[in-house]
């Protein structure tokens, strides 16, 4: 897995599917048991906007979940 764009980023949240496979919801980051592997406080930066800090805080959280550089 890359680190993907602002676009490919932005596909992901409006998409069904987390980056594990399993099925999410629409406007979420991740699945739920993907997310609650998250700290608190990567959980709760999720929820800035996109192009307000959203972008770095799901790159951080891609790195910590799956390793992605």
Partial sequence: MTTPNT???RAELF???CRCGREKKERQ???FPCYMRLPRYLRT???KRL???YEE???SALKLL???E
Avoid: N
Wanted: charged share 15%.
């Fill in 45 to 47: 930066a999720l929820y």
């Fill in 57 to 59: 805080m799901y790159k």
């Fill in 29 to 31: 980051s991740f699945c």
């Fill in 7 to 9: 676009e490919e980023i």
């Fill in 51 to 53: 192009g307000a800090g």
């Fill in 66 to 68: 799956f390793g992605v």
């Fill in 15 to 17: 998409g069904t599917t």
